[in-house]
C-alpha cells in the first residue's frame, strides 16, 4: 500500500511536469490548428540554453529559467509572423509539413552547435528530499512541479484574466469575427506560439536541472505532449492537467510489473485506449474557453 | 464620410461587386436591398476589409482605407456585424463585448462603452455572465451589434439584422438602431424586410448582379411601384 502511494504521488509529481510541458503545444494546435512537430526541439533548445546561461555565464537556475523562456519566445514569435502565418490559411497539411522540415533543420542546428553528446547539468538538488505522510518528496522533483503548475495556473489567468487572452480565445472561436472585433490576427497568432515557444523553454529549463538531454531527445518530448493533449482533449487547460497526471501515473505504476523500457509504450497503449473508448479525449474539445458561469 | 468609387470584390477570381459607386453621408441610415445573390453582403464585407477590393477606392473622409486590414479600419470608425451575428460562442456575454475593445485608442473607453451598450442593451447587462452561444437569437443580435459598438464606431454597418427573429424582437431591434440613429450614429444595414427598413432609414440603395440598380429617399422608394420588380432575380 505504502509502495503504491509513493508511486501514484511520484506520478503525481511527474504528471504536473508533462501537463505544464503539454501546454505548449496545446495551444498552439487549439487556437491556430497548427500540430507543431518542432515542439520537442525548441524545448531542447531552451534545455541548451539554461546549460549555457548555468555553466558559462555562472547565471543561477532562477535567471536561467527566464532567459531560456525568453529565447523560445522570440523564436516563436518571429516563425509564426515570418513563415506559419503565410501557411495559416492553407490546409493543415501544409504547417505539419513545415513543422515536420523545421523539426529537422531545428534537430541538426543543435547537432552543429552542441554536438550529439548527451548532456546534463551537475545534480542541482542532489538526492535530499524531505518526506510527507511517510512519503518521500525529493527537492528536484517538488521544484519542478511548483514551476510547472505556476506556469500552468499563470496561463490560465492570461487567457482569461487579460485582454490579450480575451483576443486569443476570441481568434480561435472565429478568427474572421476576431478581425471584425478589432483584433490584429497575425500579430496574435505570433504571440500564441510565442507563448507555446515560452512554455517549450521553461520545459527545456526544467528538463535541464534534472534529465539528461541530447538534440534528438526532443522527439520522445513531442510525443508524450501529443499523449497528453490527446488523452486530455485539445485545448482545455483542465484537459491538460488530467491527461498529464494520468500518464505520469500510469507511466509509474508500469514501471511497477514492466521493464521500465516499456514506459513509451505503455502511455501509447493509454492513448490508443481513450481514442477507441473516447475519440474526444477526457475532457472533450471546449477549446480554451472554459470560463466559470 | 463614406465615399465608394469604381469598387469591385470578391472571393478567389468571382467578383461579386463589379466597379460601385456609394456615398454614405455622414449621420444617415442608408438601407441596402436586393435580392439573394445581389453582393449586399460583399459590399460590407469589402467595406469592412474582410473580402479583398480588388480594384477602385474607398475613402472615409477622404483617406483610401482600401488596403487597410480589418483592425485598422475599425479604429478609423468603420464596424460591421457580420451576418449570422459570429459571437464567440463559448466566451460570456461580458467577453464578447470586451472582445470589442481591442481597436480602441483611448481603454479609458472600455468602461464608458461598456455602459452605453448595458443602457441600449439592458438585457445584456443581466446576462454578462452567460456563455454567449446559450442566449437567444435576439439576444445574440444585441451582442453582436454591442461588441461592434464597444470600438465606438461613426459607421455601424449590419448584415440582415433582423434574420431569423420573431417579428416582437425584430422589433425591440429596429427601436435600438432608430434609438442610435438618433444619436447621430451612421448605419448602414442590409435587410430583407423591405417595408420595415424603409420605415425607419433615410435613404436606399436596390443592388442587383452586383451593381446599384435603384437608389433613393426610402419615402420615394417606399411608393415606387417598381420596387417589387428589382428583387425578382
Not at chain 1, 535530499?128 to 510547472?148: E, H, K, Q
Not at chain 2, 442593451?121 to 454567449?132: N, T, Y
Not at chain 2, 455601424?156 to 417579428?167: F, K, N, Q, R, Y
Request: with cysteine.
Amino acid at each position: 500500500m505504502q509502495l503504491v502511494a509513493q508511486i501514484v504521488l511520484n506520478g503525481v509529481l511527474l504528471g504536473g511536469f508533462y501537463a505544464c510541458m503539454a501546454l505548449g503545444f496545446s495551444i498552439v494546435w487549439g487556437v491556430m490548428n497548427v500540430v507543431n512537430l518542432a515542439y520537442g526541439s525548441m524545448i531542447m533548445i531552451g534545455a541548451y540554453v539554461t546549460q549555457m546561461a548555468v555553466l558559462q555565464l555562472g547565471l543561477p537556475l532562477a535567471a536561467a529559467l527566464p532567459l531560456a523562456a525568453l529565447a523560445t519566445f522570440t523564436m516563436g514569435y518571429v516563425l509564426q509572423r515570418a513563415l506559419l502565418n503565410r501557411l495559416a490559411e492553407r490546409s493543415v497539411f501544409m504547417t505539419l509539413i513545415f513543422t515536420f522540415g523545421l523539426n529537422m533543420a531545428l534537430i541538426n542546428l543543435n547537432l552543429i552547435l552542441f554536438s550529439a553528446d548527451v548532456r546534463s547539468l551537475p545534480d542541482v538538488f542532489g538526492r535530499a528530499s524531505f518526506t510527507i505522510a511517510g512519503l518521500s518528496v525529493p527537492y528536484g522533483r517538488a521544484t519542478i512541479f511548483a514551476v510547472a503548475m505556476a506556469m500552468t495556473l499563470g496561463l490560465h489567468a492570461l487567457l482569461n484574466w487579460t485582454p490579450l487572452g480575451n483576443a486569443i480565445k476570441a481568434t480561435s472561436f472565429d478568427p474572421d469575427a476576431a478581425r471584425l472585433s478589432g483584433i490584429d490576427v497575425p500579430h496574435v497568432y505570433a504571440l500564441t506560439f510565442a507563448i507555446g515557444g515560452a512554455i517549450a523553454g521553461v520545459t527545456g529549463a526544467l528538463v535541464a536541472t534534472s534529465y539528461s538531454f541530447s538534440p534528438l531527445a526532443g522527439e520522445s518530448y513531442t510525443m508524450k505532449a501529443f499523449v497528453v493533449v490527446v488523452l486530455g482533449g485539445l485545448g482545455s487547460i483542465p484537459g491538460a492537467i488530467i491527461g498529464g497526471m494520468l500518464l505520469g501515473i500510469v507511466e509509474n505504476l508500469a514501471s511497477l510489473f514492466l521493464d521500465s523500457g516499456y514506459r513509451d509504450a505503455v502511455g501509447f497503449t493509454l492513448l490508443l485506449l481513450v481514442l477507441i473508448l473516447r475519440p474526444r479525449g477526457l475532457m472533450g474539445r471546449r477549446f480554451f474557453a472554459e470560463v466559470k458561469g | 464620410m463614406l465615399s465608394v468609387r469604381g469598387l469591385s470584390a470578391g472571393y478567389g477570381g468571382l467578383m461579386a461587386i463589379r466597379s460601385l459607386d456609394l456615398e454614405v453621408k455622414a449621420g444617415e441610415w442608408l438601407a441596402l436591398m436586393g435580392p439573394v445573390g445581389a453582393g449586399k453582403s460583399t459590399l460590407l464585407g469589402g467595406l469592412a476589409g474582410l473580402v479583398a477590393a480588388r480594384q477602385g477606392e474607398i475613402r472615409l473622409d477622404g483617406e483610401d482605407i482600401r488596403l487597410l486590414p480589418p483592425h485598422r479600419r475599425l479604429r478609423r470608425g468603420i464596424a460591421l456585424v457580420p451576418e449570422g451575428r459570429r459571437l464567440f460562442s463559448g466566451m460570456t456575454v461580458r467577453e464578447n463585448l470586451m472582445a470589442g475593445t481591442h481597436a480602441l485608442a483611448d481603454p479609458g473607453m472600455r468602461r464608458r462603452n461598456l455602459d452605453r451598450v448595458c443602457e441600449l442593451f439592458p438585457v445584456l447587462a443581466e446576462r454578462a455572465r452567460q456563455i454567449a452561444g446559450t442566449l437567444s437569437g435576439g439576444e445574440q443580435q444585441m451582442c453582436a451589434i454591442g461588441r461592434a459598438l464597444m470600438a465606438s464606431p461613426r459607421l455601424l454597418m449590419i448584415d440582415e439584422v433582423t434574420l431569423g427573429l420573431a417579428p416582437l424582437v425584430v422589433e425591440s431591434l429596429f427601436a435600438a438602431l432608430a434609438e442610435l440613429h438618433r444619436q447621430g450614429m451612421t448605419l448602414l444595414t442590409v435587410e430583407q424586410n423591405v417595408p420595415l427598413v424603409l420605415a425607419h432609414a433615410d435613404r436606399g440603395c436596390v443592388l442587383s448582379g452586383g451593381a446599384i440598380v435603384l437608389e433613393g429617399p426610402a419615402g420615394v422608394l417606399r411608393d415606387d411601384p417598381d420596387l417589387p420588380r428589382h428583387f425578382i432575380g
